[in-house]
Structure formats: C-alpha cells, structure tokens
C-alpha cells in the first residue's frame, strides 16, 4: 500500500463517498488510487471554485464531508472563494492539495507557494504531511475536524502519496461533541421566563428541522420570536415548521427590528453584524446593553443544547398569549401575469416549487421578495451565500443534487454572480443532475446600483455605470447553455417563465431558464 491508497482508505472508512477534483501532476497518484478505491465518487469539475461549492453544497444538505482534490497552492486560490462561504455556513469539507515532493520544494519552481498560511484563510484545521506513514492520521484528523462544521485542509507532497508503506493501519475518524455548559442554559431560560421581550437567534443545525421543532417549543413556552441572519447556510421551510424571521440585510431596517428585544439568546450562532461598514452605524447590530446568552459553543450539539433548554423552561413557563403553533395550510400564490420583474419571479417560483424542493437562492437583489412567500408552501430546504462571495449558487446546486438526488434543485441565479462558475453547469450536463438553473437577466451587476444610491449617488456618471453594465454586449445565455450541454430557453413574462420552470422540474437532468428582466 503506498501513501495514496492510505489517505483513500482512511477517507473512505470516515465515511467520504464523493470527490470534487481539478488534479494535476502533483495528484497523479491519488487520481490513480481512486480507480482501486470502492465506494468514493470521483467528480471532475472544469474550475476549482465548482470543486469547492460542490463540496459546500454537499456538506450543508448530507451533513457529513465531501473531499475535493486540488493542485497545488493556484489550485487552492482559485477555490477559495468557495471555501469561504463553506466556512461561514460551517460546512463540513476536506481538501486534500497537492504538494510539490519534499525534496522539490525550495528549488523555485513556477508553481511553488506557501500552501498554508492560504489554507489558514477559510481553514479551521490545515496541515501538511511530513511522512507518508501519518498519511492515514492526518487524513482521519482533517475528517473529524471537518465534522465540528469547519473546512479542513490536508497538504499532501507527491512523493509522500507514491512512498511504499511499511506500516498499513488505517485510522479512523473520532467526532465527540462537547457537552453544552448547564449554567448558560440555566441563565438563559431565566432570562426567557423574566425578560419582557426575548428573542432568539438561531443558526447552524438549530435551522434545520429537529433545532427548529424544539425552538418552536421554546417559542410556545416564553413567547420569544425566533430569528436568522438574513444569509444562513441552510434552513428547513415550509407549512409544518416554525416560521424564522430573517434579520433584515441593510442595518436601517435590522437595527429597529433588533432593538426591541431586552434579551437575545444565540442559538447555533454568533452576534449579528453589518454585513459592509457604513459610516455613523456601528458594526454590531445589538446594543451593548441587550442582554446576550449563547447556550452553544459547539455546532454540534445545538440540539442537545435546545432540548435542555425546553426541559429547564418547563410547562411552568409558558407566558400568557403565547401561540401554539395552529395548523397551517398550504397556501401558494398565484402566477402573475405580465413581464418579469423581480416580485413576479420570485411570486412564480413560490407558485409552482414542488414539496421537498431544494432552493439555491443566489438570486440577490431580484430574490429579496422570495423568502416571505415560502411560510406556507410544502417542505423544503433554502440555501444561501452564506460568506457573501459571489458565484456559489450553480456550484452548491450541483453539489446538493450529489447530496440528495432524488429531491429537485432550483437555482435562482442572478446573472453577474454566475459568470464567476458558470462551468458548474457541464458538471450538471455530464452528470445528468437535476438543477434548474433560473438566470435573473438583469444585465448588471444591480447591487453595485444600489449601494450607489445608499452613498448619495443616485445619478452616476458614465465612468461608474460601465462598471455595473453587463448589456454590452448581451450575453447570450442559450448559447452558453447549448456549449456546456444544457437545454436552455430565454423567457421574457411570467407565464412563459411558468411554463419553462414546470417542464424542466418534470424532465431528468439539468436545465437553464434566462428570466430577461423589464425592470
């Protein structure tokens, strides 16, 4: 066995089944290992940034890691922005890089980089192999820190993945959660029970369905709202669910919205802050005399934390008026008439999502409207760009369709953001995937417009529009649809858009709809 089958083996045993790769040279013995490796799906993506936010797109709908595999220190940089948002979504991921062999390193040759103060970016664990006998510990190690929520990062030289082993152990991973701390639930049911207007703001796994079950408990007892951060990695939505109130994106709506409360209890999540800085607001949304608690320090054990939470409030503490979550019923809007503007797509799409849909909103401006239309509608998931680096929606709809094949993606695609990996859509095409790829064709980069406005420039001049203009000259989206190998259509109303969206989630593999905006 040499070093390669060893890292393999161990990430097979650690439960990894599929891996994202744009190897090179510095790989090769990996790329070859997997041919002798059962149980481990390769998956070529074109850009690194696709390897990347396939893996985050995997990692937030299974839970559990997915590896890419990387060439060298450039190979990394040109995942990173991925890798990002994998790390504000606290995803699990692995990277495995290539790395020049030992005895290379030093000599100056063209690609050569220092690998890990990169990884150390986006990385909660980053290592570099020095023998390939520790190949399978450090493989073990890189999983089990990726199931703490975090990216991990092994650095594997070349000749240390073709080194002949003497000793073939294969190490497993080890995840133990760390247990919640007793008195921060118990101060945090009191303030629940005392407080006056409470809150919490969840994240993490108290968004999806078990954390979400047992804040809605929570709810009933105390009668306390139930918050997120306006782009959390992933939230279960839907009729029979708690219903979470996004924290507004510009700090002049978040800040009122905030403000009310006395008591804030972090579940699952840090402190909210501005998403950019703005002169004359502070960065951190909350005073500083709100009162905070964060009853979970782990991501892991959130749940556990939630449920000690109900037991401590205890039937004794309910509040008078508190709801008990009444029976919902489906309850969709109807499809607008009309050419398509940004409430009219997302009033579409909310119209016809099928249950148990996936919905990769990275949609941006045009999506704003979407999210308080899905209350009522049949299960579902949502996914966002969690760490704010465009050009993760295509990526992550390909890597939950890897994650969940049997459910239907929907990826509502603003149009600036999907140049940066648009090449996700031949892994989509090669892997006959079942994403629905929704281009919000405004022809500009709209936010940029509107930060101009924010800062007082509501008539910006030549020089600053081409820096927003994406219509000169139009892309032609079918075009770049038909060269990766996807159907694509353009649509131009909202009953044209209905009827392409209902025709693709009723066909296998993937699918482009440009949505050409009036507005």
Known sequence: MNGALSLLTTAREGGIEICFANPGTTETPLVAALDRIQGI????????????GAADGYGRMRGVPAMTLLHLGPGLANGIANLHNAKRARSPVVNVIGEHSTWHRGADAPLEMHIEPLAATVSGWFRTSASGEELSSNMAEAISASMRGQVASLIVPHDLQLEQLKVKTIVRPHVAPDPPDPELIQRAAARLRESRRCAIILGGGALLEPGLRLAGRIQYLTGC???????????ERGIDLPSVTRIPYFPEAAIPVLASYETIVLAGDTEPVTFFGYEGIESRLLRKDQEK????????????????????????????????????????????????????ICLTVAALQPEGAIIVDEGLTTAFSYYPLTENLPRHSLLYVA?????????????????????????????????????????????????????????????????????????????????????????????????????????????????????????????????????
């Open 293 to 344: 608690v964060r009853i979970s320090w782990d991501t892991r054990n959130i749940v556990e934390a939630l449920e000690l939470l109900v037991g401590e409030l205890g039937q004794a503490g309910q509040k008078a008026g508190a709801a008990r979550g009444t029976p919902r019923h489906v309850e969709r809007p109807e499809v607008p008439e009309g050419s398509l503007t940004a409430e009219r």
């Open 225 to 235: 709202d139930l918050l997120m951060r306006n782009f959390p990695g992933r939230v």
């Open 41 to 52: 799906k390769p998956v070529l993506g074109l850009f690194e940034g696709v390897c990347t």
């Open 387 to 519: 760490g704010g680096a465009i050009g993760y929606g295509m990526p992550c709809a390909a890597g939950a369709a890897f994650a969940c094949p049997e459910r239907p993606i929907i990826n509502i695609q603003a149009d600036g953001s999907a140049f940066y990996t648009l090449q996700a859509l031949w892994t989509q095409a090669r892997e006959g995937l079942n994403v629905t790829t929704l281009i919000c064709s405004n022809r500009r980069y709209q936010v940029v417009r509107v930060e101009l406005e924010r800062a007082g420039i509501s008539k910006p001049g030549p020089a600053a529009l081409t820096l927003s203009d994406l219509g000169n000259p139009p892309v032609d989206w079918m075009k770049i649809a038909e060269g990766f190998g996807v159907p694509g259509v353009s649509v131009e109303t909202a009953g044209e858009l209905a009827r392409e969206l209902g025709r693709a989630l009723h066909e296998p593999g993937p699918h482009l709809v440009e949505m050409v905006m009036s507005s």
